[in-house]
């Protein structure tokens, strides 16, 4: 038996990276999967892996695309059991406060912490319907440290989904509806892989803070998140839920 059998997941940002790995790990454990994304080619390769997912377009900061998204879920498979928040950016031009613009500062809240809100607001009672389920909510750990290689509109809407996470773990507990932030510490993405490759030094100058001496896989943050999803984390709410190797347990390394 799947850790996820007769659940439906709908996790966002799905196409690639974290929640790439997640929707193909979720599909393994049973769950059938709305694999959403804006990226349509790489998600319906994604989708393509099991019979039992399929992939749909979405703009996560738009609430009529947000409210489709879990139209088309019910109406294939009957209801949503799993909300898995993932999608989020992180544009170049988002780095210290004395140099992100506006425009730069509300496309990274529209996304990542408004995105995270509708995800909520329009998936929430499609739980309810089910008598209760389960809510990721993708934040960081930099909703909790400070970094002096900044990106303040990132930091900053991470912070506000973990909040906004506390908060809608109270008001839904005892309607059977559990919501965890989940805070990834770095993670060896493409992106960050790519960025890495081009500026070796940069790698050993953040890997020095990592007591484990090296970057989670994304397999390693879609396990979290399977916890999360499943049974086996019922009594797990409102959690601060760190996957960082202790990054913010450090405070110097043994390097």
Same mark, same amino acid.
């Given at each position: 038996m *799947?850790?996820?059998?007769?659940?439906?997941?709908?996790?966002?940002?799905?196409?690639?990276?974290?929640g790439?790995?997640?929707?193909?790990?979720?599909?393994?454990?049973?769950?059938?999967v709305c694999?959403?994304?804006?990226?349509?080619?790489?998600?319906?390769?994604?989708?393509?892996?099991s019979?039992?997912?399929?992939?749909?377009e979405?703009?996560?900061?738009?609430?009529?695309?947000?409210?489709?998204?879990?139209?088309?879920t019910?109406?294939?498979?009957?209801?949503?059991?799993v909300?898995?928040n993932?999608? *989020?950016?992180?544009?170049?031009?988002? *780095?210290?406060?004395?140099?992100?613009?506006?425009?730069?500062?509300?496309r990274?809240?529209?996304?990542?912490?408004k995105?995270?809100?509708?995800?909520?607001?329009?998936?929430?009672?499609?739980?309810?319907?089910?008598?209760?389920?389960?809510?990721?909510?993708?934040?960081?750990?930099?909703?909790?440290?400070?970094?002096?290689?900044?990106?303040?509109?990132y930091?900053?809407?991470?912070g506000?989904?973990?909040?906004l996470?506390?908060?809608?773990?109270?008001?839904?507990?005892r309607?059977?509806v559990?919501v965890?932030?989940?805070?990834?510490?770095?993670?060896?993405?493409?992106?960050?892989?790519?960025?890495?490759?081009?500026?070796?030094?940069?790698?050993?100058r953040?890997?020095?803070?990592?007591?484990?001496?090296?970057?989670a896989t994304?397999?390693?943050?879609?396990?979290?998140?399977?916890?999360?999803?499943?049974?086996?984390?019922?009594?797990?709410?409102?959690?601060?839920?760190l996957?960082?190797?202790?990054?913010?347990?450090?405070?110097?390394?043994p390097?």
């Amino acid at each position: 038996m *799947g850790r996820l059998d007769g659940k439906v997941a709908v996790i966002t940002g799905a196409a690639a990276g974290i929640g790439r790995e997640a929707a193909l790990l979720f599909m393994e454990e049973g769950a059938r999967v709305c694999v959403a994304d804006m990226r349509q080619p790489e998600g319906e390769l994604t989708a393509d892996q099991s019979r039992h997912a399929f992939f749909h377009e979405v703009d996560v900061s738009d609430s009529e695309s947000v409210s489709a998204m879990y139209a088309e879920t019910v109406r294939r498979y009957g209801g949503i059991d799993v909300l898995y928040n993932n999608a *989020g950016i992180m544009p170049p031009e988002d *780095g210290s406060i004395l140099v992100t613009g506006p425009d730069a500062w509300d496309r990274v809240q529209a996304v990542n912490a408004k995105g995270v809100y509708l995800c909520c607001r329009y998936g929430i009672p499609h739980l309810l319907e089910r008598g209760g389920g389960s809510v990721i909510n993708v934040a960081s750990f930099v909703a909790l440290v400070g970094a002096a290689t900044s990106q303040i509109a990132y930091t900053a809407s991470k912070g506000a989904v973990l909040s906004l996470s506390r908060e809608l773990a109270v008001q839904f507990a005892r309607q059977g509806v559990r919501v965890n932030a989940l805070c990834p510490g770095p993670v060896a993405t493409p992106l960050l892989t790519r960025l890495f490759a081009d500026d070796p030094d940069a790698y050993e100058r953040r890997r020095i803070h990592l007591p484990m001496g090296r970057l989670a896989t994304p397999r390693e943050i879609a396990s979290a998140a399977l916890f999360l999803a499943g049974d086996e984390s019922s009594y797990v709410n409102g959690a601060t839920f760190l996957v960082d190797g202790g990054l913010t347990a450090a405070y110097v390394t043994p390097e």
